[in-house]
């Protein structure tokens, strides 16, 4: 089955600061890869989506993140981040099950910017 | 285009007792998918819905199921409830297609007492 890992649970990062949050995942075939992001007392909001071409993919709020296919990752990033940055984010992977749509995600990091 | 849309926002139930949480998808969206959400387990797949068949299915017990009309409406039932049911439950819809995005609603929190 595959699985999801996000390396830190916790980042506490001042206002300006540059952000980069990893995310590996284990599966060999084709598949599909987001970011989430859950401000607090809110639903899943779609930061970005990988489904094939550039691996440079560019989200809101100036997140972009890189697909390294070979060492299975979809590191989110940002160069500046703002108080408002503030919230959870989830990696999540889809693979394709019956041309389903389950996602399994990681455990999520905890992101506060201290302004 | 009126987002995903789930009721109710809070319930509390006790041990034993069964609960049906609703959702209705993004209109055109035919794919419906369930997720739990707990501070321990952190975000795990129910069970997913496309065009009223059950096409997928995560590790959960029999007590959870769901059911999707012909209006793509869906809902999930839990019987039996445990006190480790107490969770924050999410909807999504979709396409259903091969790469598109899943949309959350906003969740129904449970708390079993």
């Known amino acids: 089955a595959q699985s999801v890992s996000q390396h830190n649970h916790h980042v506490i990062l001042s206002e300006a600061a540059s952000l980069e949050l990893g995310c590996n995942y284990s599966?060999?075939?084709?598949?599909?890869l987001f970011w989430y992001v859950q401000y607090p007392g809110q639903h899943l909001q779609l930061l970005l989506k990988?489904?094939?071409?550039?691996?440079l993919v560019k989200g809101i709020k100036g997140f972009e993140a890189e697909f390294i296919k070979s060492k299975f990752s979809f590191n989110l990033r940002k160069p500046s981040v703002q108080w408002s940055d503030t919230a959870e984010y989830f990696c999540?992977?889809?693979?394709?099950?019956?041309?389903?749509?389950?996602?399994?995600f990681g455990g999520g990091t905890r992101l506060m910017v201290k302004p | 285009k009126a987002g995903v849309t789930q009721t109710p926002r809070y319930l509390i139930k006790t041990r034993g007792q069964q609960v049906t949480l609703s959702c209705s998808p993004i209109s055109g969206h035919r794919s419906v998918s369930w997720y739990q959400q707990t501070p321990g387990q952190g975000l795990q797949f129910l069970f997913e819905y496309f065009s009223e068949t059950q096409r997928n299915k995560g590790n959960f017990p029999g007590r959870f199921s769901g059911r999707q009309f012909s209006n793509s409406r869906s809902e999930m039932n839990v019987s039996t409830l445990e006190l480790g049911d107490s969770a924050l439950y999410l909807c999504?819809?979709?396409?259903?297609?091969?790469?598109?995005?899943?949309?959350f609603g906003q969740g129904t929190r449970l708390t079993v007492v």
């Open positions: 599966y060999g075939g084709t598949v599909n």
């Open positions: 999504a819809s979709s396409p259903g297609g091969l790469n598109t995005e899943a949309f």
């Open positions: 999540a992977v889809r693979v394709f099950k019956n041309a389903g749509n389950m996602l399994t």
């Open positions: 990988y489904f094939s071409g550039d691996p």
